[in-house]
């Protein structure tokens, strides 16, 4: 069983930065593709920033140049910086992971519960 932890998420001014940070945990042989998404009220959820296990990331447009995440493949740790945060960042952010659980398993995709960021205006 794979469980994947966010946190880091709260309210913030116009203009602030957060960190989320996110942690897969339990049976993990590797962690492919890890990624960030959010979902906005009254819209499909969308992708915000993707990582592979090579570092090699993808940003949406909305948030390329104040956006960044990273990862930590010994801690199997996905991480986004958020800088020059706006009101229409606000969203629940959802964690992603793509795992193998052991050799020779095909990956599956793994879910957060979310965590809410809200930035005021």
């Known amino acids: 069983q794979v469980q994947l932890l966010e946190s880091g998420g709260g309210l913030v001014q116009a203009g602030g930065s957060l960190t989320l940070s996110c942690a897969a945990s339990g049976r993990i042989f590797t962690a492919n593709t890890m990624a960030w998404y959010r979902q906005a009220p009254g819209k499909q959820r969308e992708l915000v920033a993707a990582?592979?296990?090579?570092?090699?990331?993808n940003y949406a447009d909305p948030v390329k140049g104040r956006f960044t995440i990273s990862r930590d493949n010994v801690k199997n740790m996905v991480y986004l910086q958020m800088n020059s945060l706006k009101p229409e960042d606000t969203a629940v952010y959802y964690c992603?992971?793509?795992?193998?659980?052991?050799?020779?398993?095909?990956?599956?995709?793994?879910w957060g519960q979310g965590t809410q960021v809200t930035v005021s205006s």
């Open positions: 992603y992971a793509d795992i193998r659980t052991s050799i020779g398993v095909v990956p599956t995709t793994y």
């Open positions: 990582i592979t296990r090579g570092a090699v990331t």
